[in-house]
């Protein structure tokens, strides 16, 4: 189960990036505070690489982007270091970054629900992730639907069938069939 740890102190990404690994958890802090969630269930991660798949499928031919998938991080600020299920980032002259220093931005966030990270992800992290000014998308699994945050926007889009994003620098819109996503990860509903 995802929790805060050591709630009454504040944590810094670098902080963080000093602890020792520990493969069988994902340690990130949002404002400061600690989060450490274990080992994702075999569904999670079978979504995340499916979705994977789907993504780079889109964005990289037309030369909008490229797909990275966690363990990888990201540093929002001094206290603030999360690692996203998946993330989209723009191509670096034609070609994936090589570095983290090479990523200028993100185009998107993907976390795909845990029973032991939802609250984090659909509360501590959405906000965090729409404050920074990056379209972010809850992959809830047990409802098979995908939460499309916004940033500037009140409420999500909930998409089941599909969805139509068109992130910056992609000329026309890409259209994602989640029907058929869904039933690769999880089989028919």
């Known amino acids: 189960m995802a929790m805060p740890a050591l709630a009454d102190?504040?944590?810094t990404a670098a902080e963080v990036q000093a602890l020792p690994d520990d493969p069988s958890h994902r340690v990130e802090c949002v404002d400061g505070v600690l989060l450490v969630s274990p080992t994702p269930r075999l569904a999670h991660q079978g979504a995340v690489s499916a979705l994977n798949v789907l993504l780079e499928g889109i964005v990289r031919p037309a030369g909008v982007g490229t797909v990275f998938v966690a363990p990888s991080e990201w540093v929002l600020d001094p206290r603030t270091l999360v690692q996203p299920d998946l993330y989209v980032v723009p191509l670096v002259e034609g070609r994936r970054p090589r570095t983290y220093e090479e990523r200028t931005h993100?185009?998107?966030f993907v976390e795909v629900l845990s029973p032991g990270t939802a609250r984090f992800d659909r509360v501590v992290k959405r906000d965090r992730y729409l404050r920074a000014?990056?379209?972010y998308w809850i992959v809830d699994l047990d409802?098979?639907?995908v939460e499309r945050w916004v940033p500037g926007e009140d409420r999500p889009s909930i998409h089941a069938?599909?969805?139509v994003w068109q992130p910056v620098g992609a000329s026309?819109?890409?259209?994602?069939?989640?029907?058929?996503f869904f039933v690769e990860v999880l089989g028919p509903a």
């Not at 026309?172 to 058929?180: Q, S, W």
């Open 106 to 108: 993100a185009l998107l």
């Open 133 to 135: 000014g990056i379209e």
């Open 9 to 11: 102190r504040l944590w």
């Open 172 to 180: 026309a819109p890409f259209v994602l069939a989640l029907e058929p």
């Open 161 to 163: 069938e599909e969805l």
């Open 143 to 145: 409802s098979r639907l």
